[in-house]
């Protein structure tokens, strides 16, 4: 053994003692013991002991995946946690930068030398996977990340211990769970196959079909879909026989009937039932497309009756999976069955959902000095100040959503949907890790609710102090060169509307408007704002949603001009207006006479185009 790695007595005594157990062997357990053993030992440890402490007690720490996702290294074995240094690099525990040639040589040692076939299994594995990874790492980046080559032999009689330990800990019911035999097997197959070792592969075959057949003595496996999964998986190299694909078939037939009578609640699951129906589907040959039809609408049935009975929030959820799943294959009557059900019960739903109301108090001599300066000295200037400090902006938007979720860290990863007036999901935002984008447009929808009252004071100042009538907004606007002299009426009606507190009018004739001028803002900038139609031989304008995606919206004010714009009209995680007024999707109280707030924001919305200064290029300021 190396002299980089120096054997701690303590230690060595633990494993020993776990390594002597017949039965279940618990390495959370082993790795406690581990701890617990070198905390009470005296004295400060030599560099040679931490190495040899971090080998046996880190190897305990890489965890077997529990999905398909490999990370963070692409490889089986997974860190057990993660974390980033104020500077932002990623850091991991347990790390594979830490494993170098000694430390293999010791796990290729300890896989030898150990009797029970978990640990066996474990350090031959680690050494081979992780051994891989590190010697196939190019020169340079091991340079770069400060970590040595590995130049360590890595034999496959490594696979060979590994593979047969896991054999024996499945075959003897050493298990943790029934998950764990299922997982065990899958590493068995994927590393047999992986070193064309078809002997093993044939072995593991017969222990898949083995411990599937001794779960489903007493009923159901609780995991029944691991034996699918892997079955199906690595069916080209299992050379399944027509009998054994018909047991795997039979599990899943088995999982429907059991699982899909409504008078039986003690095992009725819809959503077993459902993935079973998908699992069997992927089994059934190619060009059958009745058989597939007639498995999703029996798999169907059993969610929908069990949407009748949830609560409108659930069963839409529940609802609206059935139904991509209907579409995809076809099943278009079905689907529009679907479409009814989640529609009928819209008003349900939206009144399961609770409003979060958080009171802000603010000095009422601070709020009026605001209001009083953002009017300005003359209308120009209180309309420029009005659409510069109303302006939700990109990069403060994301600031406060990362303020927010520092004390309420479980915010940052969840998911959620965002339900229409239908009843049906319109958007789906992620975490803000995966999803800031996402997050930040919903997040922005928040801010025009919350800076509403201060637009709205605003509007009403800049309406008092200059005694605005409909001839200074529409000379105003005329003279940013905007709105060319055809759609002058509209805007008319559109402004007189709001002069007149009508909110519903305001806003379906000038957010038809605002499209417009933008479309001209982008023509201006000189981007292409007319698609070609082949199918009718002419040409047709592109929409807000496109428009609002041209690079010409990359820097500085343009930039959060877009954002502010999508978030408002073109986004379903935002408020959407535009998409909402252009198919008729709102509510009735969404653009209702009570609804000046949309109405005062379509208003900023003029305010900011004319704000928009075109200079040379696409640079703009305002």
């Known amino acids: 053994m190396s002299t980089s790695i120096e054997i701690i007595p303590e230690i060595e005594a633990v494993l020993s003692e776990h390594d002597a157990i017949v039965g279940h062997l618990d390495e959370w357990e082993l790795e406690s013991a581990l701890k617990k053993s070198l905390d009470a030992r005296p004295g400060e440890l030599t560099m040679p002991q931490r190495r040899y402490a971090w080998a046996e007690i880190e190897a305990l720490r890489f965890q077997r995946p529990v999905t398909d996702t490999r990370s963070p290294w692409g490889i089986y074995w997974c860190a057990l946690s993660s974390g980033t240094k104020p500077d932002g690099t990623e850091v991991f525990s347990p790390d594979v930068a830490q494993v170098d040639d000694d430390i293999l040589e010791h796990w290729k040692h300890r896989a030898v030398q150990f009797r029970h076939p978990a640990l066996k299994a474990r350090f031959a594995d680690l050494a081979w996977e992780i051994g891989r990874f590190r010697r196939t790492q190019s020169r340079d980046t091991a340079a770069a990340s400060g970590t040595a080559q590995i130049e360590a032999d890595l034999p496959v009689s490594l696979v060979h211990v590994a593979v047969d330990s896991l054999l024996e800990v499945v075959d003897r019911e050493w298990l943790r769970d029934e998950a764990e035999g299922w997982q065990l097997l899958a590493r068995v197959l994927e590393l047999s196959f992986e070193t064309d070792d078809q002997s093993r592969g044939d072995r593991g075959k017969a222990a898949l079909f083995s411990f599937m057949h001794r779960k489903t003595q007493a009923g159901l496996p609780d995991a029944w879909w691991y034996f699918d999964e892997i079955a199906w998986r690595h069916r080209k190299n299992l050379h399944l026989t027509d009998e054994e694909a018909a047991q795997v078939i039979g599990l899943l037939e088995r999982v429907v009937a059991e699982m899909s009578s409504t008078s039986d609640p003690a095992h009725f699951d819809p959503h077993d039932v459902l993935e079973a129906t998908k699992r069997l589907v992927r089994w059934t040959p190619q060009g059958d497309r009745e058989r597939v039809r007639e498995l999703l609408r029996r798999g169907g049935k059993s969610l929908e009756e069990a949407a009748q009975g949830a609560s409108a929030l659930l069963a839409a959820s529940w609802l609206e999976g059935l139904l991509a799943t209907y579409r995809e294959h076809g099943l278009l009557d079905d689907a529009a069955r679907l479409e009814r059900m989640i529609s009928e019960r819209a008003s349900e739903a939206q009144g399961e959902m609770r409003r979060l109301e958080v009171p802000l108090e603010i000095p009422r001599k601070e709020f009026d000095a605001w209001v009083e300066n953002t009017a300005g000295e003359t209308l120009v200037e209180g309309i420029r100040r009005i659409a510069a400090r109303c302006l939700i902006r990109e990069?403060?938007?994301?600031?406060?959503?990362?303020?927010?979720?520092?004390?309420?860290?479980?915010?940052?990863?969840?998911?959620?949907?965002?339900?229409?007036?239908?009843?049906?999901?319109?958007?789906?935002?992620?975490?803000?890790?995966?999803?800031?984008?996402?997050?930040?447009?919903?997040?922005?929808?928040?801010?025009?609710?919350?800076?509403?009252?201060?637009?709205?004071?605003s509007l009403l100042r800049l309406r008092e102090k200059h005694g605005i009538d409909i001839e200074d907004l529409v000379a105003t606007f005329s003279e940013r060169r905007l709105f060319p002299e055809s759609r002058l009426p509209l805007l008319r009606e559109g402004l007189t509307a709001w002069l007149a507190n009508d909110p519903v009018k305001t806003v379906h004739v000038l957010v038809p408007q605002i499209e417009a001028a933008v479309r001209d803002l982008v023509a201006a900038l000189g981007v292409s704002v007319r698609r070609f139609r082949p199918e009718i031989r002419g040409f047709q304008v592109v929409g807000l949603n496109e428009l609002l995606r041209q690079t010409i919206w990359e820097n500085g004010f343009l930039r959060d001009f877009r954002f502010h714009m999508t978030a408002l009209y073109a986004d379903p995680r935002g408020i959407n207006l535009r998409n909402i007024v252009a198919h008729g999707l709102g509510a009735a109280d969404f653009i209702g006479p009570g609804s000046v707030g949309l109405a005062n924001w379509v208003m900023h919305s003029l305010f900011l185009l004319c704000t928009v200064q075109l200079v040379e290029g696409s640079r703009s300021s305002s």
């Open 395 to 457: 990069q403060s938007t994301k600031d406060s959503i990362q303020s927010m979720t520092r004390d309420t860290p479980l915010l940052a990863t969840l998911h959620s949907s965002i339900m229409g007036s239908d009843g049906f999901t319109v958007a789906t935002v992620g975490s803000i890790e995966g999803d800031i984008d996402g997050r930040a447009v919903q997040h922005a929808a928040n801010r025009f609710n919350w800076f509403a009252p201060w637009l709205n004071a």
